[in-house]
């Protein structure tokens, strides 16, 4: 395989399509700060460090554990390096460790930064968070917990962590908009799920779309696209 290619395989294996749940949070978390006087460049920049490098580590560490388990063997969709051979897994493995540390790094900068050590806590719980969802011995993922984390996640933590390390406060728009961008960041992930039905019931992994089935994975998925439009009403 030449260099060429085999960046290609890792950038794909990072899915750059879902890196907007990580920038989406922090802009509205910054808006958020910004709309109560509070926006900071510098923190804004760390947290979306934080908020990108997570998302590649969870993406990478999602490519190893499901690779390993044989999960990827059969599914539509993008190919993943370890479950399509293109990369060792231990070296999947590693980038995604690699990419938490970059996250905890910049986390606890911004914590710092903010006056705020027991974001540092927070942000331990993010990564371990990132890590069993599908990786461990009993991934939460793996019981239909999925978009539930990816609300909590990329959606309450991600926007009003934002906020609050740059303006030292919570607001109502800030709830308002971590409930919009959280909602739509369990939708893109309940999205993927519905697609993989087929190839997860097989495999043994229990998503929210396999306990639902199709049709009413559908409704909650137009459900959460549909309540942030609420929101701003």
């Not at 961008?181 to 043994?204: C, F, H, K, W, Y």
Request: positive net charge; charged residues 10%; hydrophobic residues 50%.
């Amino acid at each position: 395989m030449d260099a060429m290619s085999s960046a290609k395989n890792w950038l794909e294996g990072a899915r750059p399509h879902t890196w907007a749940n990580a920038f989406a949070p922090v802009l509205a978390g910054t808006g958020a700060a910004a709309a109560v006087g509070g926006f900071q460049f510098g923190r804004a920049l760390l947290a979306l460090i934080v908020a990108w490098a997570l998302i590649i580590g969870v993406n990478f560490a999602n490519d190893y554990s499901d690779g390993i388990r044989g999960t990827d063997d059969d599914r539509t969709g993008p190919q993943r390096l370890t479950g399509g051979g293109l990369a060792k897994p231990q070296h999947v493995k590693y980038a995604a460790f690699g990419c938490f540390a970059v996250a905890g790094i910049a986390g606890i900068w911004l914590s710092l930064a903010a006056g705020a050590w027991w974001f540092i806590l927070i942000g331990a719980l993010c990564i371990a968070g990132a890590w069993f969802y599908t990786g461990g011995k009993k991934p939460y993922g793996y019981r239909g917990l999925g978009e539930v984390a990816v609300f909590v996640f990329f959606g309450l933590v991600a926007v009003l962590g934002t906020q609050f390390t740059q303006a030292g406060s919570i607001s109502f728009i800030g709830v308002l908009l971590a409930l919009g961008v959280g909602g739509m960041s369990a939708a893109v992930n309940l999205a993927n799920n519905i697609r993989d039905i087929p190839s997860d019931t097989e495999t043994g992994k229990i998503t929210l779309a396999v306990r639902l089935g199709d049709s009413r994975s559908r409704l909650l998925f137009t459900v959460l696209l549909t309540l942030p439009v609420v929101y701003t009403i």
